[in-house]
């Protein structure tokens, strides 16, 4: 290779100087007199030329010479070099195929025909990518690391305590609910990070232990997060709800992942930050009226905590037990069954009178007692089409008035389908029927991790009618109907971002 750059770099002087002469002796000729005209012929030619032309050729001086000559030898060096460079290409060529032809573990048939095929030019990957597209995956490593689609349900914990102490669902409590979905998104950052040698054997496929995001990065953005869940939260309400409502959540999303998770009190310190979610939504309010509302949703999350320490080595046990009996307490408690089953004064007690089921089943002292006693006594039977008549005498008056009074009492076809009492239990239906369905097949299979996995996930996404349920009694109807519906999209993007 050295030898024929030698030479090439020898031929393009030699043709650089040649054409340089040539533009000297040029440019000599040029300033020299003009000779006589030897013939006739020679004096009538440029006579001739001057009158087929429509424009008289201009005389050319010394330096447009010059430059011609400088043009012609650029040319020519341009030429020289181009055919130095494929002449040692070619050298080089018959020399790898010499090469490759002495090899003893080749073919000289496949050499020939190397050679002889036209030469391909493979594309060369540079590893350089459109901010775009840079930009786009990066926000979904980003979106994994923090469980994004799982943030839906935290706004319903904050609407529920907000409505709770009769605060409007708009303004600052959208503020206070941006903040708990900041502090939400940091938690799950400081879990990758606080997490990352154990999910580098159990999950592998995590964006830290995969390498997608650094490990310092996750920590920066956990950080980051919780610098903005404060701010937000001493935005909406001042330094009093910074230090009584938002510093305390922070404070417990960051325990829970630096210490408390690996312990027994880890099911305990999530419930605790869900319940202080709940209370985040009041703000500088007393937080006295929404204790109900914060422990339904804690002891919600208390359950679901527990059976997810499960979701690796499926060893569950009665875990999917314990969680089906929670479940069936939270129902109770979000619709406002419990207090109608109990004789409280809800719509199933209004139905059954207000002394309560029992009393009006057993024939206690209310009214629908005393008539079910009358009833069986006069021995009330079907006679002919003209409706029911009595065999041994009238009903007295008193019982007939009796009978008025409790039918009065029962609430009409229009007030069980009034939306402050049909929207809860429809709510809660649908909380009991997106978690009890997952848990009663974990029970069926505890060992299986995929099942328990599922019930965990279910678990999540249940908190949106469970939310909607508790919004419902508060005295928000539409609001509840909106955070149930949001429980199929939860489901939709769970598909792409896993919520656990």
């Known amino acids: 290779m050295m030898r024929v750059s030698g030479l090439g770099r020898a031929a393009v002087t030699a ?6 002469g040539r533009a000297v002796v040029s440019t000599v000729t040029a300033a020299r007199p003009a000779r006589p005209a030897g013939s006739a012929a020679a004096a009538s030619r440029p006579a001739a030329w001057a009158a087929s032309s429509p424009r008289a050729p201009r005389p050319r001086g010394p330096l447009t010479d010059l430059a011609r000559a400088a043009r012609e030898a650029a040319r020519a060096a341009g030429s020289a070099f181009r055919a130095a460079r494929g002449e040692a290409a070619g050298e080089s060529g018959v020399s790898g195929a010499g090469a490759s032809a002495a090899a003893p573990d080749r073919a000289g048939v496949d050499a020939s025909a190397a050679a002889a095929a036209p030469r391909r030019s493979r594309p060369y990957d540079t590893g350089y990518r459109p901010r775009s597209v840079a930009l786009r995956q990066h926000g979904r490593d980003v979106a994994e690391l923090v469980r994004a689609p799982a943030a839906l349900t935290v706004p319903g914990d904050v609407l529920a305590g907000a409505l709770a102490v009769g605060r409007p669902a708009a303004g600052r409590t959208l503020l206070l609910a941006a903040s708990s ?45 919780t610098a903005a869940g404060l701010g937000l939260g001493a935005l909406a309400g001042g330094r009093q709800v910074l230090l009584r409502r938002t510093l305390p959540l922070a404070a417990a999303v960051w325990a829970y992942d630096l210490g408390l998770k690996r312990t027994p009190l880890g099911p305990l310190a999530m419930a605790a930050a869900r319940f202080l979610d709940v ?87 209310g009214a629908a007692g005393a008539v079910l006693r009358r009833l069986a006594a006069h021995r009330v039977l079907p006679d002919g089409p003209a409706g029911l008549t009595l065999r041994q005498g009238p009903l007295p008056v008193a019982d007939i008035v009796t009978g008025t009074t409790l039918l009065a009492r029962l609430p009409s076809l229009r007030a069980l389908s009034a939306p402050e009492t049909s929207v809860p239990l429809l709510a809660s239906a649908a909380y009991a029927a997106t978690c009890a369905r997952s ?34 009694r508060a005295g928000a109807p539409r609001l509840a109907v909106v955070l149930a519906a949001g429980l199929p999209q939860a489901v939709r993007l769970a598909r792409k971002v896993s919520p656990t």
Do not use: C, F, K
């Not at 043709?15 to 340089?20: D, E, K, M, P």
């Not at 606080?194 to 159990?202: I, V």
């Not at 703000?283 to 204790?291: N, T």
């Open 279 to 365: 209370l985040h939504g009041t703000g500088p309010a007393p937080a006295a009226p929404a204790l109900r509302a914060a422990t339904t949703v804690g002891l919600h999350t208390w359950a679901v905590t527990r059976l997810s320490r499960h979701e690796v080595d499926g060893e569950a046990g009665h875990e999917p037990l314990v969680s089906l009996a929670v479940t069936t307490a939270t129902v109770l408690g979000a619709s406002g069954a419990a207090g109608a089953v109990l004789g409280s004064r809800g719509a199933a007690g209004a139905v059954l009178g207000s002394r309560g089921a029992a009393g009006a089943v057993l024939g206690s002292r």
């Open 181 to 225: 979905v900041s502090l939400y998104w940091a938690g799950m950052a400081l879990n990758d990070w606080a997490d990352r040698e154990e999910d580098a054997t159990e999950r592998p496929e995590r964006p830290v232990p995969s390498g997608r995001i650094g490990a310092g990065t996750a920590l920066g953005i956990a950080a980051a997060l």
């Open 15 to 20: 043709v650089t100087v040649a054409a340089l």
């Open 439 to 472: 848990q009663w097949a974990a029970l069926g299979t505890p060992q299986d991790p995929a099942r328990v996995r599922a019930a965990v996930g279910a678990g999540i996404h249940a908190l949106l009618p469970l939310q909607a349920a508790l919004v419902a």
